[in-house]
């Protein structure tokens, strides 16, 4: 197993987001959570990736426990996330965004930056603009790029789609399946319950801080009681 989460609990003070929350995520998949507002998905993702300190319970990465790892650590291990919000420096150029995800890294990285121009043609076109004066979607694509850059193994990604038009979201959703398809595997918390279900292989699905249901994504899709709840629109932001 790629990635294992197991039991963990996570406070905001007194206020408990997370209330034992335990996934797996095998190498080669693509797994999604989806949740209403509040449900916890992006505190479980930013506690992955080291951001947010666990109280209790344990994660573990490529069979080694780094519940206590910083996150710097984890994404030299494999962990890449791309973050809700995007969360670029809009006053440095693309190209200088791209090679900040590689700040960490040792080894020669100029493979990886062309890999990420071939996936993002527009990267390549605008690698000397500004990262604030880009569109919504292009900063989008920045911010996966910038998690690539890190060459991970697991991809964190944290609605990826939200704030964008349909067509937009239709292509991030391919270049997602084309990330997968090159080898690297996605943990995907999305808004979009439908087209999240319709990509993954797994998800889980999470409310007030624990997960109820996991299943196969196609069960899930077509599960009445998460239809009912999940895909008659689109979900708030966790």
């Known amino acids: ?101 590689a700040y960490a890294r040792k080894e020669d990285h100029s493979k990886d930056l062309a890999d990420v121009y071939e996936m993002f043609p527009r990267l390549a076109e605008r690698k000397s603009q500004f990262g604030g004066t880009m ?32 067509m937009l979201v239709a292509q991030i959703f391919d270049i997602v399946k084309e990330i997968n398809e090159r080898g690297t595997t996605v943990l995907l918390v999305e808004q979009n319950a439908h087209q999240a279900l319709q990509l993954a292989h797994r998800a889980y699905v999470l409310e007030t801080g624990a997960v109820v249901r996991s299943a196969a994504a196609s069960d899930l899709l077509h599960d009445p009681q998460v239809r009912a709840a999940y895909l008659g629109g689109d979900l708030g932001v966790a």
């Open 1 to 101: 197993m790629l990635l294992e989460v197991n039991d963990i609990h996570v406070f905001y003070g007194k206020v408990a987001a997370l209330r034992g929350v335990s996934l797996e995520v095998d190498e080669g998949e693509i797994v999604a959570l989806i949740g209403a507002n509040g449900a916890g998905k992006t505190t479980t993702l930013k506690t992955i990736s080291g951001l947010r300190p666990l109280s209790a319970g344990r994660i573990s990465f490529q069979g080694k426990d780094i519940s206590r790892v910083p996150a710097h650590k984890r994404a030299q291990l494999g962990i890449g996330q791309a973050p809700e919000g995007r969360g670029i420096f809009p006053g440095m150029t693309v190209e200088e965004n791209l090679l900040m995800g």
């Open 135 to 166: 569109s919504g979607g292009e900063q989008q694509m920045l911010t996966i790029g910038r998690a690539l850059m890190t060459n991970p193994k697991v991809l964190l990604l944290d609605e990826p789609s939200m704030g964008l038009a349909p």
